[in-house]
């Protein structure tokens, strides 16, 4: 069985512990691991290989959370260079497969707490789909909940699928007794799924396996056996679907496995509240954050603390945080719900140590042999100077080392690069001056995926 692994997701209503270029999947809440890992150790048992399906932005925090993971092997990656819902994800890594094979379709971001009972429902999954049925979980509802989506179940047919409903709507289905909360996860066959899909989405079927005919592959990848990249054009032309609307709702053949797992989408603060221990003298408090809080006599709390944000919120009311982000989106503030300080990209680390009127101040950590993207800024000059390792750098046509205690500068709009061609991590300063030094005022010149 292969695990494909859902990874493009971005967690706006865990903000601002969670940011566009670190999601809450790759954030290491439990026991100092992220819900991406759980997820590949929980599925690692019963899959001999995996199929890592993530955007350009993201995908080197899969690759370098895997490493971590001594256990795991034969992965590999499919890069989307923009998103356009499960049906395409599911496709391309289906068409990677061999066609007798059976696969395993998990988000990356869902937490599983009774592993037993998980090993129980993934085998009727798995002896339902090598009878020839689309299979999906669904999670007995325990309460009512309006965060959600729901699958209406006919016997083992997965009848309709509802977006989140409404409290009034969401207590009809709990009554009703044959709906489930929507798990996300899927098990089937390779040559059924895409059978189905060919038969109830041909347009999706199409415009998938030319995206997929038309990537390009590389070869070892860090811990991936293989990098599989979709070309943009491609990948815009296929239609933005669930699979659940896509195919599931269509097709005769499905089946729903009905499943007491100890399941969360940890979805909201309030989700992730439950399962997370209360250390504070007051009642029913999550507190989260980088430096020690202390409250008096307050219950039923939200509190958030990272180095640029802060987030109070009542219980019961963390779904308002989408709105949030929605908002500063829309006010010029999109860094803070893009980025944290500290940032991970695919080289290595970046904080932001200080930021003012016309500057900014940086730490840059660059890994050994590893570069950022030739690039340009249209808006402000940088100043480089060295902490320990050595620096090749790269300023329009010349290229020099710049070693511990030295400095060089580039002026906006000269063409340049950092690398490390060195055994040791580089660390520098970056100072930057200028009238604007938002991260979005960068030209990239040469990328090939290494986002600088």
Not at 390 to 410: C, P
């Amino acid at each position: 069985m292969t695990n494909i692994i859902l990874s493009g997701g971005s967690g706006t209503r865990l903000w601002p512990l969670s940011r566009r270029l670190m999601p809450k999947q790759f954030i290491k809440l439990f026991n100092n691991k992220s819900l991406f890992q759980l997820t590949v150790e929980r599925n690692a048992p019963f899959c001999e290989n995996s199929i890592v399906v993530s955007n350009v932005e993201q995908y080197f925090l899969a690759m370098d959370q895997l490493e971590e993971l001594s256990e795991v092997k034969n992965s590999s990656c499919i890069l989307e260079p923009v998103g356009r819902n499960t049906a395409a994800a599911i496709a391309l890594a289906s068409f990677a497969l061999d066609e007798e094979s059976i696969a395993l379709v998990t988000p990356s971001d869902h937490l599983i707490k009774d592993e037993n009972s998980y090993k129980n429902a993934l085998q009727k999954a798995q002896d339902l789909a090598k009878e020839g049925f689309l299979v999906t979980f669904g999670i007995r509802p325990s309460y009512c909940e309006t965060g959600f989506g729901y699958i209406e179940a006919d016997e083992l047919r997965a009848k309709s699928f509802k977006e989140k409903p409404d409290i009034k709507t969401a207590e009809k289905y709990i009554k009703s007794g044959n709906y489930y909360w929507n798990s996300g996860m899927f098990c089937f066959k390779v040559k059924t799924f895409l059978k189905e899909l060919k038969e109830h989405a041909l347009n999706i079927y199409d415009s998938s396996l030319k995206a997929f005919n038309s990537a390009k592959t590389d070869g070892k990848t860090g811990c991936f056996d293989k990098l599989i990249r979709i070309d943009m054009h491609d990948m815009a032309r296929i239609e933005e679907i669930s699979i659940d609307y896509a195919l599931m709702e269509k097709s005769a053949n499905t089946a729903v496995v009905p499943s007491d797992i100890g399941w969360s989408d940890v979805g909201s603060f309030d989700a992730l509240s439950v399962e997370m221990p209360e250390n504070h003298d007051s009642a029913n408090n999550l507190i989260l954050a980088d430096k020690e809080v202390f409250i008096i006599d307050i219950d039923d709390l939200i509190v958030v603390d990272t180095k640029d944000a802060l987030l109070i919120s009542k219980k019961g009311s963390s779904q308002k945080v989408k709105n949030i982000v929605a908002s500063l989106q829309q006010s010029g503030k999109k860094d803070l719900t893009t980025l944290h300080v500290r940032a991970n990209r695919p080289w290595g680390t970046y904080e932001v140590l200080e930021v003012g009127d016309g500057y900014k101040i940086k730490k840059i950590e660059v890994k050994p042999n590893k570069r950022l993207s030739l690039q340009k800024h249209f808006h402000r000059n940088e100043h480089w100077i060295v902490v320990s390792g050595t620096a090749k750098v790269t300023i329009n046509d010349s290229s020099f080392l710049v070693r511990e205690n030295e400095s060089t500068y580039i002026k906006a709009g000269d063409v340049h690069r950092l690398e490390n061609p060195g055994k040791i991590p580089l660390v520098l300063i970056e100072a930057q001056v200028g009238k604007y030094t938002g991260e979005d005022d960068i030209v990239r010149i040469e990328d090939d995926f290494k986002r600088g």
